[in-house]
């Protein structure tokens, strides 16, 4: 009996301080996945075009642009999107509302649509060939100093919506502003996105002009984003 006590303690102590049991062998792991998500920031810049007057707010271009990378994000992972426009602003409205505001330069995206109100307003030339390249380098350094996370967007031409009545002036004006922007963005290696042509059937395709007759609807914002997204995407590395 002695004999059997001694061996029930011996096994109590192994139990408790050596953790002999079976059942202390069994591991217990938290398999569930850690998800990790990613923010991106987008800083979309311009006038009319980019605040996207006369649509929805959800109907703007770089709103729809938002929505459409959000779409080819892991489900978590969520794009910020500011925007810095207004209708009616020039370059030199834009240079000083950035000034004002002074976004933070940790934007992963930056799109600069600008000049349609210089022309519409007869602003000397010279002055988008001044400030044009400014507004450049300003959304290069918001991009994180990165021109490569930059989108130039061309202009549209309003010419071709009721409030233009087909005037070749404006569309002739127009051309030349893109032409400059355009030749400056392959010069130094800038995304340049045409999108004037989508704009140049507003005419013939009422369904893209707002309904103010003057601005791009809904729809053509829609294929503006059509053009601007695959850059984007690759600018996200998604």
Known sequence: ?????????????????????????????????????????????????????SVCETCRFPIQLK????????????ILT?????TGWT???????IA???????YDLVT???????????KPFS???????ELVNIAIQKAKGNKNNVIVVSIPDYAYTPFGNGNATISSQIDTYNSFAENYCIQNNITFVNITDITREGLAQPTLVANDGLHPSDLAYARFVERIFPKAKVILGL
Do not use: W
């Open 127 to 133: 002055l988008y060939e001044q400030e044009f390249p």
């Open 1 to 53: 009996m002695k004999h059997f006590r001694s061996i029930v303690s011996i096994f109590l102590i192994c139990t408790l301080f050596f953790g002999c049991s079976a059942e202390s062998d069994t591991i217990i792991e938290d398999e569930t996945p850690v998800v990790i998500s990613k923010t991106y920031r987008y800083l979309a810049l311009g006038d009319s075009y980019t605040i996207g007057q």
């Open 82 to 86: 500011d925007i810095i426009a207004q």
């Open 67 to 78: 929505t459409k990378l959000k779409q080819s994000m892991p489900s978590p992972d969520n």
């Open 91 to 97: 370059t030199t409205n834009l240079k000083n509302a």
């Open 100 to 106: 004002s505001q002074n976004p933070t330069n940790n």
């Open 112 to 122: 600069l649509l600008i000049g349609v109100n210089n022309q519409y307003q007869n």
